[in-house]
């Protein structure tokens, strides 16, 4: 059958976001500057967490950054981690820094996410980096809702104007969302595990996030014809297969487009990872 929908390929926008910072990084070393230099901190043996982190750590080996990876055990205490998180802070070669989440369940994932310079906060978590999103002054962003913002901008979807629907309100993922959309003037409306009429709602989407954490939640009778449809989901159903929150054999033949799990929005969330280290590493060099 003849494909109709417009499929948004993040292997493609990815790769080429890349390409561009490895020009930066060229430029930068022209002049006589270093690397930028990306740390992570993880704690335990979480398969996900591992795979996140190793997929952070080729795209800095593709981009030409120096990257450190910081390993504790899931025993680790607060105090350590927080210790390290300072000695990051310090650390003048260390441009930017991300400790993976989650966190074990005995450390307090707002305590160490706030301990972390602001300006050093590429995953741009810290309450003044949020901050400065809610105002719309500039900062760091968070790396997924940036990077469907992105996919959005590469497509040429129309942002301004339209209406946009969030299923999920995570700090992380949702909220941000919403207030980058809002920022690009769409009327927004955020959902969540309490929402009345989750599908009439979301019908009316000419953008539609889902950010739950569900496999398959958003179904075709859940999408306007023509709608464009961000997957943010990552949900792993047997041990080698990831699905997103999105039906996506049922919902493509609605969507005027629509991002695939995986191969979408989960590679732009690394190169927007990579693009906030240049931008921390700018702000720290001057
Ligand atoms: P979360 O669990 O913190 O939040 C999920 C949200 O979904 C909550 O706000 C909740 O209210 C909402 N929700 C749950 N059940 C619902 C229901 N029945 N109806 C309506 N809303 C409901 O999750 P998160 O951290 O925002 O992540 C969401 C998904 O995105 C997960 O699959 C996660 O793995 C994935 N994720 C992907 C990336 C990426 O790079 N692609 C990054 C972060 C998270």
Do not use: W
């Amino acid at each position: 059958m003849e494909t109709t929908y417009k499929l948004l390929d993040g292997k493609k926008i990815s790769g080429e976001i890349k390409q561009e910072i490895a020009a930066v990084v060229n430029e930068l070393l022209e002049k006589g500057g270093r690397r930028p230099h990306l740390a992570g901190v993880l704690v335990g043996h979480d398969g996900g967490s591992e795979t996140y982190m190793a997929s952070k750590v080729k795209a800095c080996e593709e981009v030409g950054f120096t990257s450190s990876l910081i390993r504790y055990e899931d025993d680790v205490t607060e105090e350590e981690l927080l210790a390290c998180v300072h000695r990051l802070n310090q650390d003048p070669t260390v441009d930017g820094f991300i400790v993976q989440l989650p966190l074990p369940k005995h450390i307090d994932e707002q305590k160490i996410i706030e301990a972390v310079d602001p300006r050093k906060d590429v995953d741009g978590f810290h309450p003044v980096n949020v901050g400065h999103l809610a105002i719309g002054a500039p900062g760091l962003r968070p790396c997924t809702p940036a990077g469907c913002i992105r996919m959005l901008d590469y497509a040429g979807i129309p942002i301004e104007g339209a209406r946009a629907v969030i299923i999920g309100r995570s700090n992380i993922v949702g909220k941000p969302m919403a207030m980058l959309l809002l920022e690009r003037h769409a009327t927004v409306t955020v959902c969540h595990s309490r929402t009345k009429n989750l599908a009439e709602v979301a019908r009316e989407a000419d953008i539609l996030v889902a950010a739950v954490g569900r496999p398959h939640f958003v179904t075709a009778d859940m999408v306007k014809e023509g709608a464009t449809v961000i997957d943010v989901g990552i949900n792993r159903i047997a041990p080698k297969t990831l699905v997103g929150d999105v039906d996506f054999d049922a919902v493509s033949e609605v969507a005027g487009a629509i991002t695939p799990v995986p191969g979408g929005v989960g590679l732009l969330t690394v190169a927007m990872l990579m693009e906030n280290v240049v931008q921390a590493a700018k702000m720290q060099r001057g």
